[in-house]
């Protein structure tokens, strides 16, 4: 068991580079009075090992992330004036 861990490093290159990015993310839409929540999880979800990667994904998973976040705000704008 402790072998297994041995190689584990807590705050890596990779650790930082993610607390960053969503920090930025949630500080940007905090800014614009966006969702934070989806943000958030488009910034985590598209980090790569390196920033050519990290560009890629985001290209790929953007759009879906946008569809996915568009369409719970218009979902919860429908229940919501049912109120």
């Known amino acids: 068991m402790l072998n297994s861990l041995k190689g584990f490093y807590l705050f890596g290159g990779r650790t930082i580079k993610i607390g960053i990015s969503v920090f930025l993310t949630a500080l940007f839409c905090g800014f614009f009075n966006f969702p934070i929540i989806f943000a958030v999880i488009t910034a985590i979800v ?15 998973r953007f ?5 996915g976040a568009s369409s719970v705000t218009g979902f919860y704008a429908l229940v919501d004036k049912g109120h």
Do not use: R, W
């Not at 090992?49 to 290209?59: E, G, L, N, Q």
């Open 63 to 67: 759009p879906a992330s946008a569809i």
């Open 46 to 60: 598209t980090i790569g090992h390196t920033a050519a990667d990290s560009i890629k994904k985001a290209m790929i």
